[in-house]
């Protein structure tokens, strides 16, 4: 039999969930609040698998809505090794003003350019190691596009 500090924090926990709910116009407002999840995930060997999860679950939070995302993550787990051998392991110091030479897309292209503080994935240590891996991986950058 619960007892009456049960019950009250049992209705206090609702009353929070009810207007949580109506402050955000019924969209979840955490993770654990989206159910009926369905997706493609990346498996233990790279390969994209097709799925659907009634209720919510740890085995979700690695699906994307669709297959193209699934594959730019995969791209871009490759894409960020090859940056580290390329850069012989330098990570962007992004809170400093020294330049750094980036990868990104504008509008449907890719492009490449220099940043002092706005982040980008695609960074690198100097303008030639930057062109050498844009030469050399372009196509892997583009299978990335969904993410970038």
Not at 45 to 66: D, G, L, P, Q, W
Not at 68 to 93: F, K
Not at 102 to 111: L, P, T
Not at 122 to 127: D, H, I, M, Y
């Amino acid at each position: 039999m619960k007892n009456i500090r049960q019950l009250e924090e049992q209705y206090k926990k609702l009353g929070e969930e009810i207007e949580a709910l109506k402050n955000n116009d019924g969209f979840p407002v955490k993770w654990e609040d989206v159910t009926g999840t369905e997706g493609f995930y990346v498996d233990e060997r790279s390969n994209i698998v097709e799925s659907f999860v009634f209720k919510n679950c740890a085995a979700t939070k690695n699906m994307f809505c669709a297959r193209e995302q699934a594959e730019a993550s995969i791209a871009l787990a490759q894409l960020s090794r090859l940056m580290y051998v390329y850069n012989d392991g330098w990570c962007p110091n992004w809170t400093d003003d020294s330049i750094k030479y980036v990868i990104f897309y504008r509008n449907e292209s890719v492009a490449s350019g220099e940043s002092y503080t706005v982040r980008y994935f695609l960074s690198f240590k100097t303008q030639r190691i930057r062109d050498l891996f844009l030469n050399n991986f372009r196509n892997l950058i583009e299978k990335a596009k969904p993410l970038m």
